[in-house]
């Protein structure tokens, strides 16, 4: 099976699966679940192949331990993320913009998290970069830790089963052999659409406060200028 390279050959889910096999499923899956270095890292479409694969027998393992060892990976990478948060602390926002490392990226998850709470956990998993930077801020804003656990399992689960599941049953159908490439390209776009939407929303805010300020400080300007001129006509 030959899929469309999505960026560099190292980033390509078949490259990789056939280059490094189902433990390098899982440490893919581990570091992008919760390591700093992992954002970049292609976790949708290799979970997608990776299910394909175990049904055309080109990974030899059987499908429910596939689904439990990269659930396992999963929930154990949001762990280490949720550690090293704890440890960092606050000092995670202060780290200056590196090759691997920008500060947008942890201030879009801890707007995430704070938005949409403990359920985040859940959410940010089907969300790339966002799923990697959320446990770590879970654990800089020392989240409960037997919630946490809680919402990481459902979540690790939900993802890390949910996708392989659907990649090993779309890999029965004829056609999704036949435009492999276009089912990863799809899948990529559909998961990127989340940030897309979320980077729309904040520019439209970004554009709207200093207008809406404005509109503020125009009567209160105003306001303020008036006694001032009925002063000075007395005073004449």
Same mark, same amino acid.
């Given at each position: 099976?030959?899929?469309?390279?999505?960026g560099?050959?190292?980033?390509?889910?078949?490259?990789l %699966?056939?280059?490094?096999?189902?433990?390098g499923?899982?440490? %893919?899956?581990?570091?992008?679940?919760?390591?700093?270095?992992?954002?970049?890292?292609?976790?949708?479409?290799?979970?997608?192949?990776?299910?394909?694969?175990?049904?055309?027998?080109?990974?030899?393992?059987?499908?429910?331990?596939?689904?439990?060892?990269v659930v396992?990976?999963?929930?154990?990478?949001?762990?280490?993320?949720?550690?090293?948060?704890?440890?960092?602390?606050?000092?995670?926002?202060?780290?200056?913009?590196?090759?691997?490392?920008?500060?947008?990226?942890?201030?879009?998850?801890?707007?995430?998290?704070?938005?949409?709470?403990?359920?985040?956990?859940?959410?940010?998993?089907?969300?790339?970069?966002?799923?990697?930077?959320?446990?770590?801020? *879970?654990?800089?804003?020392?989240?409960?830790?037997?919630?946490?656990?809680?919402?990481?399992i459902?979540?690790?689960?939900?993802?890390?089963?949910?996708?392989?599941?659907?990649?090993?049953?779309?890999?029965?159908?004829?056609?999704?052999h036949?435009?492999?490439?276009?089912?990863?390209?799809?899948?990529?776009?559909?998961?990127?659409?989340?940030?897309? %939407?979320?980077f729309?929303?904040?520019?439209?805010?970004?554009?709207?406060?200093?207008a809406?300020?404005?509109?503020?400080?125009?009567?209160?300007?105003?306001?303020?200028?008036?006694?001032?001129?009925?002063?000075?006509? *007395?005073?004449?």
């Amino acid at each position: 099976m030959n899929t469309l390279a999505l960026g560099p050959q190292w980033l390509n889910s078949d490259y990789l %699966i056939t280059t490094f096999g189902l433990i390098g499923v899982l440490l %893919i899956v581990f570091a992008e679940s919760g390591l700093l270095i992992g954002f970049f890292l292609p976790g949708d479409s290799l979970l997608f192949t990776t299910g394909l694969m175990v049904t055309t027998n080109k990974i030899d393992k059987p499908l429910w331990l596939v689904c439990a060892l990269v659930v396992l990976a999963a929930v154990l990478g949001d762990q280490a993320g949720y550690l090293f948060g704890r440890k960092v602390g606050p000092s995670l926002f202060k780290r200056p913009d590196s090759r691997l490392f920008k500060q947008e990226n942890v201030e879009k998850a801890h707007a995430f998290f704070e938005k949409h709470g403990p359920k985040s956990l859940i959410l940010a998993r089907f969300v790339p970069i966002v799923r990697t930077f959320t446990p770590i801020i *879970a654990g800089v804003s020392r989240m409960q830790y037997r919630s946490f656990i809680i919402f990481n399992i459902i979540g690790g689960t939900l993802w890390g089963a949910g996708v392989t599941l659907l990649g090993a049953a779309l890999g029965n159908v004829d056609f999704v052999h036949k435009h492999i490439e276009l089912i990863l390209v799809a899948i990529v776009l559909i998961s990127v659409v989340p940030v897309v %939407i979320e980077f729309l929303r904040a520019r439209s805010k970004a554009k709207k406060e200093p207008a809406a300020d404005a509109a503020m400080d125009a009567p209160m300007a105003a306001a303020q200028a008036r006694p001032q001129g009925r002063g000075r006509h *007395a005073k004449r």
